[in-house]
């Protein structure tokens, strides 16, 4: 009887700890599950995805954003495979469930069209905070059609340049024989000392961790007057 007894106790112990790593791992999942998926648009292909975030840089300005590209300050809709912006005025896009902290990797494959004249830049952002207060801050990484890659960071109204535009083979321009959009993939491997960027898997540069903002909300930045089209973008842990 004793035993039965103390077998059973083990079990009824053993029940909290068991119910925390099932729930553990539910949440984990459903982490999982709430991260932009560019082959599952949420929400209506070619409206705009109502899980998405965007800031423009002056969010005191009357922005329109819509799907509607007549209409709309910055067109914003679900394509799959991905999302489109077309860009007025320059913005960030984010979903919040795109975060990160620790060791991850984040990347974006962006399809750019036509820029004209501009030379604006796009690419990804990462490290965001209070992205919806006046004291938002993040870091980022951008690339313009003359092949050229940026690093810089935000806080409030404030930008500083983390490392100034710089010539790069990996980066895909837009010239003149150009047809159509050109493909560049960007990418930011957060390690335990360093921070690295890749462009088309490349590595074009690599910061100290403790230089580089890397906690937070990885998302897009698309400046202004620009065209393109996002295939891919991931946020990835060991797990994943």
């Excluded at 809709?77 to 919040?96: E, S």
């Excluded at 905070?129 to 993040?138: K, P, R, T, V």
Aim: aromatic share 8%; proline share 7%; charged share 20%.
């Amino acid at each position: 009887m004793r035993s039965v007894l103390f077998v059973l106790v083990l079990a009824l112990c053993a029940l909290p700890v068991f119910a925390q790593e099932h729930q553990h791992g539910h949440e984990h999942g459903k982490h999982h599950a709430e991260r932009p998926d560019p082959q599952k648009p949420q929400g209506e292909n070619l409206q705009v995805p109502p899980t998405w975030k965007v800031r423009p840089d002056n969010p005191e300005a009357e922005v329109t954003i819509g799907p509607d590209a007549e209409t709309a300050d910055i067109r914003f809709v679900n394509m799959t495979p991905g999302w489109h912006v077309t860009t007025g005025p320059a913005a960030i896009f984010y979903h919040p469930a795109s975060t990160a902290e620790g060791a991850y990797r984040a990347e974006t494959t962006i399809h750019l069209f036509d820029p004209g004249r501009r030379n604006e830049a796009f690419g990804l952002f990462l490290g965001g905070q209070n992205l919806d207060g006046d004291d938002l801050s993040y870091d980022y990484f951008l690339i313009r059609k003359t092949g050229e890659f940026l690093l810089k960071r935000r806080a409030g109204a404030e930008t500083a340049v983390l490392q100034n535009w710089t010539k790069h083979a990996a980066v895909v321009p837009y010239g003149p024989d150009a047809e159509g959009s050109v493909e560049n993939t960007l990418a930011v491997e957060v390690g335990a000392e360093t921070v690295d960027f890749y462009v088309n898997g490349e590595k074009v540069a690599s910061k100290p961790r403790a230089e580089i903002a890397t906690d937070g909300v990885v998302g897009l930045r698309i400046n202004h007057g620009l065209n393109v089209h996002v295939s891919e973008f991931k946020v990835a842990f060991g797990d994943d």
